[in-house]
């Protein structure tokens, strides 16, 4: 009988892992998109569950095999993977705004191309960036920041243990801000070559009213965009890796927040 119980407890415990995990390798760059297949995503969640349950440990209460109590306790574990995982999305939801963005701003937002991750129609600048950012959030181990802050969470926040508080939604809701900022910070050195552009071909138009402002403007519009995009490369790569490596501080703050809430 007691080595039924430990039977038990092992596998309750697995699942328990498993359901935070699983949650968070959704919420993924790349690997989270509906590019992925979903038994390669599950596989991996596994992978991931296997190596964390024997360093996770914890008492089943009295009351574990009750229904409504089950459903509560994997609500909970729910509840720490998705604030995990819409942080490290909103990442690259920013790359996804300043692509949008310059799109507009360049002149190539009649041009959409469908997006096979999020499925819907998403500018060319738009696909650009996310595969660029995508690439150095790997190079720079944002995936392992991912491990380290699933890890983290158990110990900060036993299972069953999240709470809901006021600050946690303030953070969310500054997170959300801040995602907003990046992007316009991203998007920034083309906003900027773009308006000067656009003010110049306007005292042109007033200058020499014969010319056709509209057509003309456009090849100029796109040339100065992309070659201060080639050019602001460099911006771009300084500006993602230091919001991927404040991370690290946004979410041990979550973690806090939702384990003492």
């Known amino acids: 009988m007691l080595q039924w119980d430990i039977a038990i407890q092992q596998v309750w415990q697995f699942l328990v892992v498993l359901v935070r995990t699983a949650v968070i390798v959704s919420?993924?760059?790349?690997l989270g998109g509906q590019t992925v297949p979903a038994r390669i995503k599950i596989g991996l969640a596994v992978a991931i569950s296997m190596v964390l349950t024997p360093i996770v440990t914890f008492t089943l209460p009295s009351n574990w095999l009750e229904p409504a109590y089950m459903v509560m306790a994997l609500a909970a574990e729910v509840l720490v993977g998705?604030?995990?995982?819409?942080?490290?999305?909103?990442?690259?939801?920013?790359?996804e705004l300043a692509g949008a963005v310059l799109g507009f701003q360049v002149g190539f937002a009649m041009a959409n191309a469908l997006d096979p991750v999020s499925q819907v129609q998403t500018p060319v600048f738009g696909q650009l960036l996310t595969v660029l950012a995508t690439l150095m959030y790997f190079q720079i181990d944002g995936h392992l920041l991912v491990i380290l802050a699933l890890g983290s969470s158990f110990q900060l926040i036993p299972p069953f243990g999240a709470h809901l508080s006021g600050p946690l939604l303030t953070d969310v809701t500054g997170l959300m801000q801040g995602s907003y900022e990046i992007g316009i910070k991203l998007a920034l050195p083309v906003?900027?070559?773009?308006?000067?552009?656009?003010v110049t071909m306007g005292l042109l138009g007033?200058?020499?009213p014969q010319m056709n402002i509209l057509l003309a403007s456009f090849p100029v519009t796109i040339s100065v965009g992309l070659i201060v995009l080639g050019l602001g490369l460099p911006f771009f790569s300084l500006v993602f890796q230091q919001s991927v490596l404040g991370l690290e501080a946004i979410l041990w703050d979550l973690l806090q927040e939702l384990g003492h809430g």
């Open 27 to 30: 919420a993924l760059p790349l």
């Open 191 to 198: 906003m900027a070559a773009t308006f000067l552009v656009h």
């Open 206 to 208: 007033r200058l020499v």
């Open 82 to 95: 998705l604030v995990l995982g819409f942080a490290m999305r909103l990442v690259m939801a920013a790359v």
